[in-house]
């Protein structure tokens, strides 16, 4: 897969599935066409398993205290949460029949090895994954290009892991800013930072968003996001453990109707007149006879003035029109033009 290619028509928009599939094959494949006609050009899924991720132990250190997942236990988090492996080679089909790219995150070795036998073009490195640099490595040894979260990331770990796919020869990778919380708040995501990475690390970039609505994915965008990921439901109520900061389809649409708009809104350097701004020329100002003027008739202040519309002379000659004499009789409400008056050039 050309990433980079993508990337230049026009914001690359992901729906990620995460745990949205609540447990049901065929409710994933719903979301997969849903996600297409939702506006996505990709969908993406997480390839792990509890025991790939984590360890089943119920001590202090595997609790979860805080947040959405308050309470839970991380083993038990991911029991709900997993996709089966046994589902995604189906899924890959299924995203190929929707025309929709197809795209995981693995999270150990075994996950990458297993999306590799499927084919996968690209792959996706989740934000908690970024200092894990033996499986950025694994990742980026197999020559794919690489779309990189960096939430939680300072500069030097962001610095480590862009370092990690270099040094395997990848040439194509995109860094997406992150606020690594369930639900992000607005306040926090300080897009500037993504604007940073693009210089500091000469890549595109872009927004993994978990905010609720799309004002930092359209914000973002504004700011030169090439990629935006947003999580991805059919409907909040079927109950998982993403679906409180998913989008359903409408708001989806909404979002990525909306990113296109600002992708116009954006456009190109240019300057003058646009086509629609054209008509408008005309009620510009200009210099108009405000009084009648006779043949060999001084033009004054009291007889012409910079007004609109703009079908006379450009205002920048009213101080050299000032003091020239009438060649002809003038009418009032007359556009002043070179012809009418005594040549100072």
Request: net charge negative; proline share 4%; aromatic share 8%.
């Amino acid at each position: 897969m050309d990433l980079y290619r993508r990337l230049d028509k026009q914001t690359y928009v992901i729906a990620e599935m995460s745990a949205n599939h609540a447990g049901s094959l065929a409710r994933a494949k719903e979301i997969i066409h849903a996600a297409k006609e939702s506006g996505a050009d990709c969908i993406k899924l997480q390839t792990y398993t509890p025991d790939t991720i984590t360890i089943d132990c119920d001590n202090k250190y595997f609790q979860i205290t805080d947040g959405t997942w308050k309470g839970e236990n991380l083993y038990r988090l991911y029991e709900k949460a997993y996709m089966p492996w046994e589902w995604q080679g189906e899924l890959k089909e299924e995203a190929e029949k929707a025309g929709i790219d197809f795209l995981s995150t693995p999270f150990d070795r075994t996950s990458v090895d297993f999306l590799e036998e499927l084919g996968m073009e690209f792959y996706k490195i989740a934000s908690f994954e970024l200092v894990d640099i033996p499986l950025i490595k694994y990742i980026a040894s197999k020559g794919k290009p690489i779309i990189m979260s960096t939430g939680m990331g300072s500069l030097s770990e962001i610095s480590e892991a862009v370092g990690a796919v270099r040094e395997q020869g990848v040439e194509q990778l995109a860094l997406l800013r992150c606020a690594s919380a369930y639900p992000a708040i607005t306040d926090e995501m300080n897009l500037k930072t993504m604007q940073d990475m693009a210089e500091t690390f000469h890549v595109p970039v872009g927004l993994s968003d978990h905010s609720m609505g799309s004002v930092g994915a359209v914000t973002a965008v504004a700011l030169g996001a090439k990629v935006i990921e947003k999580h991805f439901c059919l409907d909040r109520s079927i109950e998982n453990p993403d679906a409180s900061f998913s989008m359903n389809p409408a708001e989806f649409k909404r979002m990525v109707s909306d990113i296109r708009q600002s992708e116009k809104a954006v456009g190109r350097i240019k300057y003058g007149a646009s086509s629609q701004e054209e008509p408008n020329i005309a009620f510009r100002r200009s210099i108009f006879c405000v009084a009648d003027i006779k043949k060999g008739e001084k033009i004054t202040e009291e007889n012409v003035r910079v007004i609109r519309p703009g079908y006379g002379l450009a205002p920048k000659f009213y101080s050299e029109i000032l003091g020239q004499t009438a060649l002809c009789d003038i009418e009032r409400g007359t556009p002043l033009q070179f012809d009418m008056v005594g040549r100072f050039l």
